[in-house]
């Protein structure tokens, strides 16, 4: 059966397929057996590519959707950089089930011509019915397209998945706009964010695809307070403020430190936990000891166990700068937290303040701690922010995700074979009246 039958075939049984995701039970078997990668190194239905190191969100999006086709009979594989940090997310993608592969090819550092080499190479090699690259970055890199031009590569799925800093030169949005049509059946934007800057660089409207980034809805809103309270030694009346995220720049944790100082005495019982790892935690370590609160500012590291925290959170908080489309922030809100943010891009999308969360400005470091001490002195603001913020998870669940990306992929194939079709029937015909002329 060909790819486009496969998942023609599993989008027929709706929400009877084998997962149970954001509340959607299973009442069928998969397709085929979730083992099931045969075939040589680079056979599968498809290969999904990942310019990433293994830790952020963009890894985890690709594990979700991985795991899911697999889940659905469709054989996997997830292609990353051969860095020191993609070890670990390799094993987890082994123990989920789908097909990985390190490989050198993938962003080493090396010369222009390097680079270029490289592309060509994994361009070269890598052989799916579906190949779908994920990139921290506006664009697909410039190396990938030039080889993709060389060897007249088939066309792919793209999706941009990061933040994102300055927009591209004139030349740079017009060199891109130009490659899209030749190389991507669809461009794959995770927000409104990403696709109006799309559409300002000149990709048509028509290769474009909104989808969410999603999470497993019940995962996150399963957690259990008591183990993560328990292994921090904090009793159940300690208020907990949680941090669950990369520890890095756009994630402004200092700030997070900040704020927590300005209502620490007004709360002795509160502690600040910061779930996850990054190039600030030894910065962050240190403000929090300059502000005489190492005592209660906790580092409990990356874990896969984030569920856990969520559940015994009082308060979330995410200082942010700016985000794509936050998995961080669905994931709290599946688990029902109070939430504390920022009104920044990408948050702006489903955040709502008073609604399903407070926000304030970037970098307003007063008005958080103001936000803080409201949701840890006023339960029923507190309680009305949870049961919205659970309701608002539910739109953007995994399951809500999977079926998008398989209907993309499904239209962009029927597409190309009513395409060739087309051209072949043009063809004969003009053969036809050649020979009668």
Known sequence: MSITGKIIKILSLGTGVLL??????????????????????????????????????????????????????????IVVPSWETTIDYAERCRQRGVGVERTPLLFERTSRLGQLVNALRFVGRYRAAIIHYHANGDVLHHSFLYAMDLLHAPPSFFTPQGTFDEPLSQLSATHWASAVPRHFKQ????????????????????????????????RFASGDAR???????????????????????????????????????????????????????????????????????????????????????NVWLLPTETEGFSLAVIEAMAAGCSIVSTQCPGNDEILVHE???LVVAVGDV??????????????????????????????????????????????????ASESNAAANTHATRSFDSTEKG
């Not at 209502?263 to 790892?277: H, K, M, N, S, T």
Request: a positive charge; hydrophobic letters at 40%.
């Open 20 to 77: 149970r995701l954001g509340g959607q039970k299973s009442t069928r078997e998969p397709v085929l057996p979730p083992s099931s990668q045969a075939g040589s190194d680079n056979a599968g239905d498809i290969l999904l590519v990942g310019f990433v190191g293994g830790t952020g969100g963009i890894s985890v999006m690709m594990l979700e959707l991985g795991a899911c086709l697999v889940s659905r009979g469709l054989r996997v594989r």
């Open 355 to 357: 609604e399903n969360s």
């Open 366 to 415: 007063g008005a958080m701690a103001q936000a803080l001490r409201r949701l840890l002195s006023d339960p029923g603001l507190s309680s009305k922010l949870r049961g919205n913020a659970r309701e608002t998870a539910r739109r953007y669940s995994l399951y809500h995700m999977v079926e998008a990306h398989l209907a993309c992929y499904t239209d962009a194939q029927v597409d």
């Open 227 to 313: 183990v993560a309270r328990q292994e921090l030694g904090a009793p159940d009346r300690a208020r907990l403020i949680v941090f669950s995220a990369r520890i890095e720049p756009q994630k402004r944790p200092l700030d997070g430190v900040r704020a927590f100082r300005q209502i620490a005495d007004e709360f002795p019982d509160a502690q600040l936990v910061f779930v996850g790892a990054g190039s600030l935690e030894v910065q962050t370590r240190t403000e929090a000891e300059q502000a005489g609160l190492s005592a209660r500012v906790y580092f409990v590291g990356h874990r896969d166990d984030v569920p856990n925290w969520l559940a015994a959170a």
């Open 187 to 218: 461009v794959i934007c995770i927000s409104r964010r990403v696709l109006r800057r799309q559409l300002g660089y000149g990709v048509s409207k028509e290769r474009l695809r909104l989808i969410y980034n999603g999470v497993n809805v019940d």
